[in-house]
C-alpha cells in the first residue's frame, strides 16, 4: 500500500512483520536512526526500523534517516552519505554466512522449516552451527530489561488507567516492579560481554543467517507470533535486515534474516543486497 515506511522494533517488530507481509524490513545498528516523537517502552532496546520493497529502497530512506539528534541521547555521528552506493557495490568478494539453528529452531513449522533446510543447503558458503550458549541468557536479560523499562515508562498509565490496559502490559508491568537494581544492572553489563562474544563471528564471516519468523503469519488476531528469532539482536543493538526469499505454510511469505556487525551498516546492507539478487536470479 505504500513504497516505504517506518516501524520500532524492541523485541521484534519490525523484522516479524516483514517476514509475514514478504517485503524487507531493516532494523539499523541501536542509535542511528532517532526514537524521537515514538512511544518509549525501553530506552536501551527500542529501535527505529525500515520497510520496502527491496535492499536497494530501505538503504535510499536510511540515508535520509540516518543522523545524530540531540532529542535522542543514543544516537550518535554516523555518516550516511555512501550507504546507497555501497549498499549498490556489495561485497568485494562472495560472502560467508553463519547460520544459527537456534533452541527455538523446534518451534518452526514443517514447511517453513524444510525451505530454511533447502535454502541452507541452496549455497555452500553458509556453514550451519548451534547458537551459543550464552544466548539463553540473552533472552533472560532482555526480558528483564524490557520489563523494568515498561514499568518506568508506563508507571503512570497503570497507576491510573491499569484496566484499559492490555493484561500482557498489565503482567509486563508488574513484572518489571519486581526486579531488583542489581539484575537490572547485571541485564544491562552482560550486554558488553556477549556483544564482545559475538563480534569475533566477523573476523570469518559477513554475516549470521537466522529465521526472521517462527513460521508463516498466524491466523486471526490473537497473536503476532513470538519474537524468539529477533530479541537477541534487539539486545545487542546490531543491525538485522528480513529478506523475503522463502515460502511456507500455504505458500505465504518467509523471511530470512541477516544480521551484522554494529556500525557496519554500510557493507551489511551490500551484503543483503547481495543475498537478495542472488536468491532472485
Given amino acids: 500500500m505504500a513504497p516505504l515506511s517506518i516501524g520500532s522494533q524492541t523485541g521484534g517488530s519490525v523484522i516479524r512483520p516483514a517476514s509475514y507481509c514478504g517485503v524487507v524490513g531493516y532494523k539499523p545498528t541501536y542509535g542511528l536512526i532517532s526514537r524521537n516523537g515514538v512511544l518509549r517502552t525501553s530506552y536501551a532496546l527500542d529501535h527505529m526500523g525500515l520497510f520496502g520493497r527491496t535492499v536497494e529502497d530501505v538503504a535510499l530512506l536510511a540515508k535520509v534517516l540516518i ?6 541521547p543514543a544516537t550518535i555521528y554516523y555518516s ?3 550507504i546507497l552506493e555501497e549498499t549498490k557495490k556489495g561485497p568485494a568478494y562472495e560472502p560467508k554466512f553463519i547460520f544459527y539453528k537456534s533452541d527455538y529452531w523446534k518451534i518452526i513449522d514443517k514447511k517453513s522449516r ?25 533472552h533472560k536479560y532482555h526480558q528483564i530489561i524490557h520489563e523494568t523499562d515498561l514499568a518506568n515508562n508506563f508507571a503512570m498509565y497503570y497507576k491510573k488507567y491499569k484496566a484499559k490496559l492490555s493484561k500482557y502490559m498489565q503482567t509486563a508491568i508488574a513484572k518489571g516492579n519486581k526486579y531488583s537494581a542489581k539484575e537490572y544492572a547485571e541485564a544491562i553489563d552482560f550486554k558488553k560481554r556477549s556483544y564482545e562474544s559475538y563480534q569475533e563471528v566477523f573476523e570469518d564471516y559477513h554475516g549470521v543467517l537466522s529465521p526472521s519468523s517462527p513460521g508463516v503469519a498466524p491466523k486471526g488476531l490473537k497473536s503476532t507470533g513470538t519474537a524468539e528469532f529477533n530479541k537477541v539482536w534487539s539486545y545487542l543493538g546490531t543491525p538485522c535486515i528480513s529478506l523475503p526469499l522463502l515460502e511456507g505454510e500455504n505458500n505465504l511469505p518467509l523471511g530470512v534474516q541477516l544480521i551484522g556487525d554494529r556500525y557496519d551498516d554500510h557493507r ?5 543486497n547481495w543475498l537478495e539478487k542472488e536468491c532472485n536470479n
Fill in 268 to 272: 551489511f546492507l551490500g551484503v543483503a
Fill in 80 to 82: 550516511a552519505e555512501n
Fill in 114 to 138: 524444510e525451505s530454511f533446510e533447502y535454502f541452507i543447503k541452496s549455497f555452500k558458503n553458509i556453514e550451519v552451527f548451534d547458537t551459543p550458549s550464552y544466548f539463553k541468557d540473552i
Fill in 67 to 72: 543522523k545524530k539528534d540531540h532529542h535522542d
